[in-house]
Structure formats: structure tokens, C-alpha cells
């Protein structure tokens, strides 16, 4: 079964990246508003509501990431296939809603804010930003499986991608009224949907084993590559588990692959940058822009 142990360095550092970076962004948002109103009092329920969403996906993780690990056979095959297409399916939204609202997301958040009646409220509109990107998180790294990886390496990747994250936040938090962040988002977009796109081969090639199609063109490997490093090691690790990537991939694995890829990818590329041509929006200190 995918694992927590099995991620490999390279894909679980990517999703807390990114992650990461969306809820420090958030987090950040919310604390400099309430300070520039003089609700400087109100920051500790942001703080209260962020770390109860962290605490809770820890917990959740931890306990989903065993609860699936007890299955084998014909149940495993679905359970990995079926958290595989969700994976991919949720990634594939994220990266194109995160491009499409970008731009607007401080206005919304400040609105939220200015709503906010209560420091229970507020606790609430932190707790819900983070416990959303946890939750997907959590599913993500589940997902992003590899077969010989370090048990220490989806650790290492995660808390890097984490400290990353973290240190990004505190400089956009730092850096004034508009900080421009769309080559972050673009360029690990564009990695998420390769990410993505290894997952929905991952589907059907699960699915296959489930229904127990075993005979046939589609089931053919495509290539074998039985030396080297594409066949095994550091290398190969990092590509299973960011890309996808097998030395014995069957037909239908490589066609699913591709036709995710090509139509997602064409149209994330096609569509501009994120958010729109101009800098995406996230923090407005200045008193002028109340």
C-alpha cells in the first residue's frame, strides 16, 4: 500500500511547498489586516485556529495512512486506484483555481475579516483555510507512492518543503503592499500536473490488476529497462515517486499518462499566467488600501 514511509524526497518536499506557501500566504494576510485595523488583540485566534487545522490533519493522516495500509489483495488494488484518481483529481483543481483567484484572494480574505464578529470568527476562517490545505496535503503524499524510497525520506522532504514554506511566507509578510508570486505558482503548477499525470496512469494501472485484465496489446510494457538508472536507485526513486516514471510501464499506463497530460497541460499553459497579467495581489499594508 502507498505509505507515508514510501514518498520519496522530491514529491512530498513539492506538496509542502506548495502547500505550505498557500496557507503561510493566507496566514499572513489575515494577520497583517488585523493589525493595520487595530485588532492587533484578534491575532491570537488566527494563531488558535491554524494550529487546531494542524493538529487535526496530523491526527487524521496518521490514523487514514494506517487504516489503508491494513488492506490487501483486491481491496488494496482499489483503495490505491481510488486514492490515486482523487489525488489527481483534486491536484488538477487546485493548481487551476489557485491560477484563476490568485489575484483576488487578500480582497476576499480582508472581506472575511471585516465580517468577523467574534475572535471565534476569526479562529474560524484560520482554522478552515489550513484544515482545507492539510486535508489535501495529507491526501497528496498518500498518494505520491514509490516502492524503495528511505522510510526517512517523505520526513525530510516534508519538513523541508515545510521550513521553505515557512521562510517564504515571512518575507511576503515582510515584503509590502504587492508581492509578485506568479512564477511560483506557474512553475510548480507545471509540476503538480506531471505529478498529476503519473497518478492517472497509476489509476488505471491499478484498476487493470482489480478487474483483473492481465492479457493483451494494453497490458504489454511499453519499454523495459532492466539496467542503469532508470531500472533502480536514488534516481529512479525521485522519478516514481515526483513523475510517475516505471521501467516497465504497460501500454495503458503511458496512454492515460499522456492523455491527462496533453490536454491538462495544453491548457494550463494556454491560459496565461496565474491569476492575470498582472501581480498577484496578496498583502496590503498600506493605509490607503483599507
Request: contains cysteine; neutral net charge; charged residues 15%.
Amino acid at each position: 500500500m502507498p505509505n507515508l514511509r514510501e514518498v520519496s524526497v522530491g514529491a512530498s518536499f513539492l506538496i509542502t511547498l506548495r502547500e505550505g506557501l498557500e496557507v503561510a500566504l493566507v496566514l499572513a494576510i489575515l494577520v497583517a489586516y488585523l493589525v493595520k485595523t487595530g485588532r492587533r488583540s484578534d491575532v491570537a485566534a488566527v494563531w488558535k485556529g491554524a494550529v487546531t487545522a494542524t493538529l487535526m490533519c496530523l491526527v487524521g493522516g496518521i490514523a487514514f495512512n494506517a487504516f489503508v495500509g491494513e488492506f490487501e489483495g483486491k481491496a488494496e488494488q482499489f483503495i490505491e486506484g481510488t486514492i490515486a484518481i482523487l489525488a489527481a483529481s483534486v491536484l488538477t483543481w487546485m493548481v487551476f483555481w489557485m491560477r484563476k483567484n490568485a489575484r483576488g484572494l487578500g480582497a476576499e480574505l480582508r472581506a472575511q475579516i471585516d465580517q468577523a464578529n467574534s475572535t471565534r470568527a476569526l479562529a474560524t476562517i484560520a482554522f478552515v483555510a489550513v484544515l482545507r490545505e492539510g486535508l489535501e496535503t495529507v491526501l497528496f503524499l498518500i498518494s505520491a507512492e514509490t516502492a524503495s524510497s528511505s522510510g526517512s525520506s517523505v520526513v525530510v522532504g516534508g519538513l523541508l518543503g515545510l521550513v521553505v514554506a515557512a521562510v517564504l511566507g515571512r518575507v511576503v509578510y515582510a515584503g509590502g503592499n504587492r508581492v509578485n508570486l506568479r512564477a511560483f505558482f506557474n512553475i510548480t503548477g507545471v509540476l503538480l500536473i506531471l505529478f498529476a499525470a503519473g497518478l492517472f496512469g497509476k489509476f488505471f494501472h491499478e484498476y487493470r490488476e482489480l478487474f483483473g485484465f492481465e492479457s493483451g496489446w494494453l497490458v504489454d510494457p511499453t519499454w523495459t529497462i532492466t539496467s542503469g538508472a532508470w531500472s533502480g536507485g536514488t534516481f529512479y526513486d525521485f522519478m516514481k515517486g515526483f513523475f510517475g516514471w516505471h521501467n516497465e510501464a504497460e501500454h495503458i499506463r503511458v496512454i492515460a499518462y499522456f492523455a491527462y497530460l496533453i490536454p491538462v497541460g495544453w491548457a494550463f499553459l494556454a491560459g496565461g499566467p496565474t491569476g492575470s497579467t498582472t501581480r498577484t495581489s496578496t498583502i496590503e499594508k498600506s493605509p490607503s488600501r483599507v
